[in-house]
């Protein structure tokens, strides 16, 4: 959610079933705190939405300690993909560049699909829920921008980054970022098809630091009891 005023409504709506509990100590709303994936999409104002929480849990209450008594309830809310979303970013390395010919007789053309070394397996939001992440080619920003689908290694039809997106023109050995993967990027990401996980890069001011190192395939294959 990215309008305060649509978050408000959703709190009128929790408040509205909390009224008939007795015994509340806090009302959690929860998450819901959006970002701006996309780019021309403003910000959640947040000194809106915290003016507008403050006057509802104000008047909710009073409300409470006339209906059930009891102190002021505390408000709480979950905003982890807020405050983590943007601070992570999945770099991958182009592989390959494929062009379909369209179908004989067919108005429409073909469709181009830039491949890279990386897949749902590391970031499953755009095949499980059809979530936009922004790509940019760190390589060649400023290349004229071409329609492509940018797909992943995994060779399933899932596996696909995006669709007709307007991508600067790609050539094998450029670096591609995805952004806005730091919710729901490496805490989904997984070793299917045996695919190892990716390396974790923290960027603190001018430090660079290494987290979590690139997993190897023979320490997948550690996991297993080979019959001697």
């Not at 450029?174 to 190892?196: E, K, V």
């Not at 190897?216 to 294959?221: G, H, I, N, S």
């Amino acid at each position: 959610i990215l309008d305060a005023e649509v978050y408000a409504r959703a709190m009128q709506v929790l408040l509205t079933v909390a009224i008939r509990l007795p015994h509340l100590q806090w009302v959690n709303f929860g998450g819901g705190l959006g970002i701006p994936y996309k780019p021309g999409e403003e910000p959640l104002p947040l000194a809106e939405l915290g003016r507008a929480a403050s006057a509802l849990m104000t008047e909710f209450s009073t409300r409470y300690a006339q209906a059930h008594g009891g102190s002021r309830l505390e408000l709480r809310l979950e905003p982890g993909r807020f405050l983590v979303a943007e601070a992570g970013t999945l770099l991958s390395t182009v592989t390959s560049i494929k062009t379909n010919p369209g179908a004989p007789g067919s108005a429409q053309g073909g469709r181009t699909f830039v491949g890279c070394d990386t897949g749902f397996n590391h970031l499953i939001r755009p095949a499980m829920y059809g979530a936009y992440h922004h790509i940019e080619n760190l390589t060649h920003p400023d290349a004229p921008r071409r329609i492509v689908d940018v797909v992943g290694n995994i060779c399933e039809s899932g596996d696909i980054f995006a669709k007709d997106y307007a991508l600067p023109e790609a050539q094998l050995g450029d670096i591609l970022a995805l952004r806005d993967t730091g919710a729901y990027g490496m805490a989904m990401a997984s070793t299917y098809n045996l695919r190892p996980l990716p390396a974790e890069v923290a960027l603190d001011g001018p430090a660079v630091r290494l987290v979590r190192r690139r997993q190897e395939v023979a320490e997948l294959l550690a996991a297993w009891e080979w019959e001697r």
